[in-house]
């Protein structure tokens, strides 16, 4: 090896930066090493610009056995980064944050076999972890409430998402309870001049209010009830919107699902000659579909993270809904209600990809469950005061008619639910999501109908859906009878088509899509039969199947009657419409009451899925922090 000609000592093969080397010697097992590190190494420590993907490596590497062995070297670790924090002096202030973040993401995510104990132990020692952790978490809110700058409080809450994230199934998540971050957090936010420095906070916020919710009463939650500062949650919501765009453009990266509209452009591709068109670009590779299958069910990103907090501002704060609703575009972007719904359509039309995207679809329709619940947003949302456009999936067949320009948001919705009913048919059926979809459909068309607004809509697709759903589950009967709260969705599903059928007149735009609703009703009229006798609906007392054979059979004798003396045996579709509609005059609806009524929304009755859904998030925030 060569000499340095300025230094004449030995140049290393590969070039390692001075903190490297402190993090080895750190993690150095001899018998230094049980001896306290200098004043001097700590000054050096924090003074360097951290590595945090070597101390990663270096962390990574060790098994939970290591670190309760290096204990001694964790705890000064841990103990001097609080000390620089608090002081609050530039650099060292910033590098111990970024440092011990980098060190909580990989300390505590660890299989320890007592996960408290070991990792109180690894960090500060049982009996100095009460005053170490209300020293620590006091140092973070201090910090994130008046740091010297908003990066040193970005800083600072990074550290925050780390331990919780990481120590969410211990016991040190009390000190965050007893220690209130409400405040600083939102000042924070509202100190930031860029929606996107809200995202943090806004998650941390959502562990946090979900941490026990069920066993006590979570401080946090409390103050979601409360908060009324508009400013701060119009960032919020406009930071929800961003993540949601955000997370929308990973699924169209993987597939363009835009139809192009007409131009020179395409009509040359279309007969073999794109390459001589007019500002032709280059076109996407496409991806092959079994590749493209298991990058989707990768999907969504782990900043989907940030929807558990919105469903929990959603389900306590009410001027939060009504500003999520409301808030209109800022120049360049969409409403963030819309890139809501959008994202909502990608995640339920891939949903059966895998069991985290079906969790996230659940949680982004229990948000518009809650915000359909209040009479006075669905309103808004069932009027023209709510047209926006909304760009919806259509990665997957069967396609709903695309619609280009802006319509009321009730219509995009109900696209929305009808693409999660058509695209998660299995035998495996996803009960609890399809209970959704079809009780937030049953809402809207009870306001609808309540109201009497005629909604311009292709109902015509909404209820060739319905339909197939009862044809689907009328053909899997064995496999479907027993899956938990199966009579829950065969009631709702048999009451919305009764509720369309008696109401339908109030809703729907015109007598055609009356009259094409009881077609596509007698068509299937046998299968409604074998549909009752299959579940024993008949035997239900809160099931409308008697109501909808009864219109069935009252068409089928009509039809017979109105077939004798023709030649063919078959009615055209014509005379079909035309018995149709002179059989209103003799028709009786024998509907059941309250068809339009719902039960309001209970969080007690969604328990088992919160507890599982604050899992993936947690998990989500875990790796954002790594890849971070």
Request: glycine letters at 4%.
């Amino acid at each position: 090896m060569e000499p340095s000609p300025l230094t004449q000592q030995a140049r290393p093969e590969v070039f390692q930066q001075k903190v490297v080397e402190l993090y080895e010697a750190l993690f150095k097992d001899d018998e230094e090493n049980e001896v306290d590190k200098t004043e001097g190494f700590w000054r050096e420590f924090f003074a360097l610009k951290p590595d945090k993907a070597t101390l990663h490596k270096i962390l990574d590497k060790l098994s939970p056995d290591d670190l309760l062995h290096f204990q001694n070297q964790t705890r000064q670790l841990f103990s001097r980064a609080i000390s620089c924090v608090k002081t609050g002096t530039a650099p060292a202030d910033a590098h111990a944050l970024d440092t011990i973040t980098a060190f909580l993401a990989s300390v505590l995510p660890k299989k320890y076999n007592n996960a408290s104990s070991d990792i109180i132990n690894v960090l500060a020692g049982l009996d100095d972890v009460d005053a170490i952790f209300t020293d620590f978490v006091a140092a973070l809110e201090v910090t994130i409430r008046t740091g010297r700058t908003l990066e040193i409080r970005q800083k600072a809450i990074d550290v925050a998402l780390a331990v919780v994230s990481g120590a969410y199934q211990t016991s040190l998540l009390s000190y965050f309870t007893h220690r209130d971050l409400f405040p600083s957090l939102m000042k924070y936010v509202q100190d930031s001049e860029n929606i996107s420095r809200a995202f943090e906070p806004f998650t941390l916020l959502g562990l946090l209010a979900n941490y026990n919710k069920f066993e006590f009463q979570n401080p946090y939650r409390l103050r979601l009830d409360d908060f009324v500062n508009e400013g701060t949650i119009q960032k919020i919501i406009r930071s929800v919107g961003s993540t949601c765009a955000t997370s929308r453009g990973r699924y169209i990266a993987i597939q363009e699902d835009l139809p192009e509209g007409w131009s020179i452009s395409t009509t040359l591709s279309m007969i073999g000659l794109g390459s001589v068109a007019p500002g032709a670009k280059t076109a996407k590779p496409t991806i092959d579909p079994e590749a493209a299958k298991e990058m989707f069910a990768r999907l969504p990103g782990s900043e989907a993270a940030v929807l558990l907090a919105t469903y929990d501002f959603a389900h306590a704060n009410k001027l939060f809904c009504f500003n999520f609703v409301t808030l209109p575009a800022e120049k360049g972007s969409e409403p963030p209600i819309s890139s809501f719904v959008s994202f909502t359509s990608y995640l339920l039309q891939h949903a059966h990809s895998s069991f985290r995207t079906s969790q996230y679809s659940h949680i982004n329709l229990l948000i518009l469950r809650l915000l359909i619940e209040d009479q006075v947003l669905c309103k808004r949302i069932c009027s023209d005061e709510s047209k926006m456009s909304v760009r919806l999936c259509r990665q997957r067949q069967p396609y709903l008619p695309l619609v280009r320009g802006e319509r009321m948001l009730a219509a995009s919705i109900l696209d929305t639910m009808i693409d999660g009913i058509n695209h998660n048919l299995r035998r495996r059926l996803d009960v609890d999501l399809y209970i959704l979809c079809v009780g937030i459909i049953l809402r809207l068309i009870s306001h609808l109908s309540r109201s009497r607004t005629r909604l311009v809509y292709h109902w015509a697709e909404l209820f060739r859906s319905l339909l197939s759903l009862v044809r689907f589950l009328t053909t899997y009967t064995a496999d479907l009878k027993n899956l938990n709260h199966i009579d829950t969705l065969l009631d709702d599903l048999v009451n919305l088509i009764a509720l369309s059928l008696s109401a339908g007149e109030a809703f729907l735009l015109n007598p055609a899509a009356y009259d094409d609703l009881f077609y596509k009703l007698i068509e299937t009229g046998e299968i409604l039969v074998k549909f009752r006798d299959s579940y024993e609906l008949g035997k239900r007392p809160n099931n409308s199947i008697g109501t909808l054979i009864s219109v069935t059979e009252h068409y089928k004798e009509l039809l017979a009657n109105g077939s004798q003396g023709r030649r063919g045996k078959h009615l055209t579709n014509i005379q079909v419409a035309g018995v149709i509609k002179q059989g209103y005059e003799t028709l009786s609806i024998q509907a059941k009451e309250g068809l339009d009524g719902w039960e309001k929304y209970r969080e007690a009755d969604e328990r088992v899925f919160l507890k599982k859904i604050a899992r993936a998030a947690v998990a989500d925030v875990k790796t954002l922090l790594v890849d971070g």
